[in-house]
């Protein structure tokens, strides 16, 4: 049984489409990225899966319950959302108090534990925080009670580089610990780093689900050319190429499939230069949804 | 508890100042009651100049104006109508601030369950609406025995203040009932003074009307001053009333916010 299991899930908003028939299936120990653009709908799977909203139809479980069924699975789901904000007029470790008087076991030292690593100050009100503070807050609110799954939805905006390599290196700790991890993101980069499995969702749809070393590894080559005579965009139209970009002597692409073919029309050209690369995250995703679009 | 506790140390503010405010207004009217009795006939006068809808709208019985009960019943009718205020801004804003201020992430992911947040809210409104009447009725009395000239009875001076409660009760009830079902409600207090407001003017053009049907429009007209005075009780009819009232805004209230979508904040 999957920590998260997300079953023919659809969310209609009225007319306005939410998410359409997502299946998901986190197992445990792992870290799952989510990924996709702005109004894709991750925020949407997230909320109805702890209960926030309500499906349409379909099913969302943790530990195999639902939230709105058995309120009290939450116990072990730590939650950081994109927009975090807290009661202005309490301090922050009033607020991270009140927050782990919900848990029923003694989280202090493991307040001080975060507060130390991300370098929060516990005695300023929250009104006064910086977003990026809040945002502090938000993690050591998430993770005081060492919960065994960690749901983060675009949990990096607003902190600096620094801080998100601490952030990064908490949440490596926490899964090393034993948490699953359900991470929503825009930014390829992060899900790269972290995760093992990735889902795309655009358009409310899960349009692929792949492991980051399989998108990584096998498919794709990030190709840059450069000949020295002119190319044209016919030598590249064959199955796989994609974001083409041709200008006089040079060509960049990337190419997904196999190789060899590929080589042999390389070959046929007098070549200044070429190199060919990994393509990070982002590239293959930008290619697909250009594919889609 | 914890948050029962929480909710209490918010209202704790607002209930202070309310209370304040309420023992202040009665306080003034108190002052000038010695004045009033010296120059009875003159008030009358006064009084009697006024249309009879105007009196009955301000609860003014010009036969006891002069007794410490009759005279109470101007100020108890101002002191409902603050008290009805304050609870009906209570019953909007204690679940619609969660949305107002994006705090439903935080507290709406916690292992409660909708049901427990409403009763922990409801509580604690309940609770500073209980503490602001008693400080008030305690004051309240202090204030009226300094300054009564003839005895009066304490017992239909407690019968009296306590549709304070009741009212508030009422008006708790229809302001969470009407809070859940927006999805974000960004200022309670138009609301609030609207519902309020709108059933007070109700109630007093009603007033009038004797005890035609029309009174169950208007909760300030459910507990007549003159009646519990003449009589030391209640007309049974109007708690009915007050208690299906109650238990309607609250059962919707509960199965609502139970069921309701949070969403995100941008």
New interface residues.
């Given amino acids: 049984m999957g920590v998260i299991e997300i079953k023919n899930l659809t969310k209609n908003y009225g007319k306005a489409r939410g998410i359409v028939n997502v299946n998901l299936t986190v197992e445990e120990g792992e870290v799952f990225g989510f990924i996709g653009p702005n109004g894709a709908g991750k ?1 949407t799977t997230i ?1 109805t899966l ?5 499906p349409t139809t379909g099913t969302a479980t943790i530990f195999g319950k639902s939230c709105r069924v058995a ?5 072990d ?1 730590g ?1 950081l ?8 007029r309490m301090r922050v470790m009033d607020l991270l108090m ?2 782990a ?3 029923k076991k003694d989280c202090k030292r493991r307040i001080y534990e975060l507060a130390e690593v991300m370098d929060l100050d516990l005695t300023k009100k929250i009104d006064n925080l910086s977003f990026g503070n809040k945002k502090k807050v938000g993690i050591v ?1 998430g993770l005081l009670h060492e919960p065994k799954l960690i749901i983060l939805d675009e949990p990096t905006s607003g902190l600096d580089p620094l801080m998100q390599q601490r952030f990064f290196d908490l949440i490596d700790q926490e899964n090393k610990k034993g948490a699953t991890v359900f991470f929503s993101s825009h930014i390829l980069g992060e899900v790269q780093r972290l995760c093992h499995r990735v889902a795309f969702i655009k358009d409310g749809a899960i349009i692929q689900l792949e492991k980051v070393s399989t998108l990584q590894e096998n498919n794709y080559k990030r190709i840059k050319l450069q000949a020295r005579g002119p190319v044209t965009n016919e030598l590249f139209k064959f199955e796989g190429v994609a974001d083409l970009k041709v200008a006089n002597n040079t060509a960049t692409f990337i190419f997904k499939g196999n190789i060899n073919p590929m080589m042999r029309t390389l070959a046929t050209l007098d070549l200044e230069n070429v190199s060919i690369v990994e393509p990070d995250l982002e590239e293959i995703f930008m290619q697909y949804y250009s594919k889609e679009s | 508890m914890n948050m029962y506790r929480h909710e209490l140390q918010s209202l704790r503010k607002a209930t202070v100042i309310w209370t304040v405010a309420m023992i202040a207004l009665a306080g003034l009217y108190f002052g000038i009651y010695s004045t009033v009795v010296k120059d009875a006939a003159g008030f009358t006068q006064i009084l009697n100049s006024y249309p009879a809808s105007v009196r009955a709208a301000l609860g003014v019985s010009i036969a006891n104006i002069t007794s410490m009960m009759g005279y109470y019943a101007i100020i108890y009718t101002l002191i409902a109508l603050c008290a009805a205020i304050q609870a009906m801004i209570y019953g909007t804003s204690i679940l619609s601030k969660e949305s107002r201020e994006r705090t439903a992430d935080f507290l709406l992911v916690k292992p409660v369950s909708r049901s427990a947040i409403v009763s922990a809210k409801l509580l604690a409104s309940l609770s500073m609406l209980v503490l602001t009447d008693v400080v008030y009725f305690l004051a309240a009395l202090v204030l009226a025995e300094l300054v009564k000239g003839a005895a009066f009875s304490v017992e239909g001076f407690l019968l009296l203040n306590l549709t304070i409660l009741f009212l508030q009760l009422i008006f708790l009830a229809i302001g969470l009932a009407i809070s859940v079902f927006f999805a974000r409600l960004k200022n309670v207090l138009p609301i609030s003074l609207g519902v309020v407001l709108g059933f007070y003017i109700l109630g007093a053009l009603i007033a009038t009307g004797d005890n035609g049907s029309a009174r169950y429009l208007s909760p300030f007209r459910y507990f007549d001053a003159q009646y519990i005075i003449a009589h030391s009780s209640y007309e049974l009819s109007y708690l009915w009333i007050s208690t299906a009232i109650v238990a309607v805004g609250v059962g919707l209230s509960y199965i609502v916010y139970g069921r309701k979508d949070v969403h995100s904040v941008s």
Avoid: C, N
Wanted: aromatic share 24%; charged share 20%; proline share 7%.
């Fill in positions: 925020s909320r702890l209960g926030l909203i309500h309120p009290e699975v939450r116990k789901v939650y959302p994109s927009e975090v904000f807290y009661y202005d009140y927050s008087s919900f848990y609110q």
